[in-house]
């Protein structure tokens, strides 16, 4: 194993001349299933450049098989988008073992391929995009690629979308829905298709859903009842809706998220109080809610969250509020907010997701993210 690291690190490092010339030799003396497991272990950066070895190689590497491989292999990646001068959107990538808590982090970001946008989830490296007045979009920030997804403008104004991966058809599926119906759609398949509705009303729902057991989960109010809310989720393989009841429906329920492999919620009482509730099953007896932690009283800065997701490294919440991203330790109770790029740059979303060659052959290049904010492009005529 020592051997299959140290081969890696040979082969990631910027010599490209010497290094694919040795590949190449290397390619023909390996076993096929060592090759992959050394590849696998690669960063993307590096096997973009080694496809141009072989075609053999070319087409090992973007292979689906190789592809899911590579991504249960690769570390999380932390996205964080700001807004810098003139209202420039750039983002960052980082390992989650990597990000930093400095006033201004030093790292060099990338232009971001949106304007006024959305993120609507992520999977397997992919986020879903929403971009305002424009639509929907799955991104790879890992190798820079989009997909851009046909709209539906004659199905009305859209109350939520969803994104996230069914293993049954091994197809990425999109859902939207708007006030009169509901629709999927599949990546394989470029189409929408309409479903069923969810039988309960709701309204006010966060943007972001979180994944679980292979359902996408939602915090919703249900229609013309105040202060009443509930967890709605969509199955992806069967394409069924159903609900699930928070432990304290009349407090305000911001985050969902996954907790040590378990669904989790934050919700704050009317004194602004929040606790981190946990959802287990015991001996296959019926789920139930039980309070895990109670955020600091002083700083709390899980009240109105926007997103939360759990850093695999040490188990910090990342989340996004109004005002501010950082991270929060929920043994030790306190905050530490994540890097800025200057004085004058804000965070305006972030994302954890895994590196990933997903989309490697789909949709187009986002040219702009290999450029340097604040140069302009030539445009060549």
């Keep these: 194993m020592c051997l299959i690291l140290n081969f890696c690190l040979f082969l990631s490092e910027p010599k490209l001349s010497a290094g694919l010339h040795h590949t190449r030799i290397m390619s023909n003396d390996l076993p096929e299933d060592l090759i992959v497991e050394i590849f696998s272990r690669l960063p ?15 087409a090992c590497i973007g292979s689906p098989d190789f592809i899911r491989l590579h991504a249960l292999r690769s570390p999380k990646k932390v996205t964080i988008i700001y807004k810098i001068r003139r209202d420039k959107l750039v983002y960052t990538s980082l390992p989650e073992n990597e990000l930093s808590y400095n006033p ?7 232009e971001y391929p949106f304007e006024s946008f959305r993120i609507v989830g992520s999977c397997n490296g992919i986020l ?30 859209f ?22 119906k509901s629709f999927v759609y599949t990546l394989k398949t470029r189409t929408w298709r309409e479903i069923a509705s969810p039988n309960v009303p709701f309204s006010n729902v966060e943007p972001q859903s979180c994944i679980f057991n292979g359902a996408l989960h939602w915090v919703v109010n249900k229609t013309y009842v105040r202060n009443n809310s509930y967890i709605m989720t969509f199955d992806l393989s069967s394409e069924v809706f159903s609900t699930i009841r928070l432990p304290e429906p009349h407090w305000e329920t911001n985050g969902v998220t996954i907790i040590k492999g378990s669904l989790a919620v934050i919700s704050t009482n009317r004194h602004g109080r929040s606790w981190i509730w946990v959802r287990r099953e015991y001996n296959n007896i019926a789920a139930s809610w039980s309070r895990a932690f109670e955020v600091n009283k002083y700083i709390n800065p899980l009240k109105g969250v926007r997103g939360v997701f759990v850093r695999a490294t040490n ?51 986002c040219d702009q993210g290999s450029k340097s904010p604040g140069k302009e492009e030539k445009q060549n005529k």
Excluded at 46 to 58: A, T
Excluded at 104 to 110: E, N
Excluded at 343 to 356: F, I, R
């Design 128 to 157: 879903c995009v929403y971009e305002c007045g424009k639509g929907l979009n799955l991104w790879n920030p890992s190798i820079r690629r989009k997909v851009t997804v046909p709209d539906l403008r004659s199905s009305g104004d």
């Design 44 to 58: 993307t950066k590096s096997l973009l450049r080694f496809r141009s070895v072989s075609k053999s190689l070319c």
């Design 315 to 365: 188990g910090d919440l990342l989340f996004k509020n109004c005002k501010v991203a950082g991270a929060y330790d929920l043994v030790k109770q306190i905050e530490r907010r994540l890097q800025i790029l200057s004085c004058s740059s804000s965070v305006v979303d972030l994302n954890v997701c895994d590196e990933s060659l997903e989309l490697l052959d789909m949709g187009t290049s």
């Design 104 to 110: 201004y982090s030093g790292v060099k970001p990338l």
């Design 159 to 180: 109350l939520v979308h969803g994104f996230g991966f069914d293993p049954i058809i091994d197809d990425y599926k999109i859902l939207r829905i708007t006030r009169r």
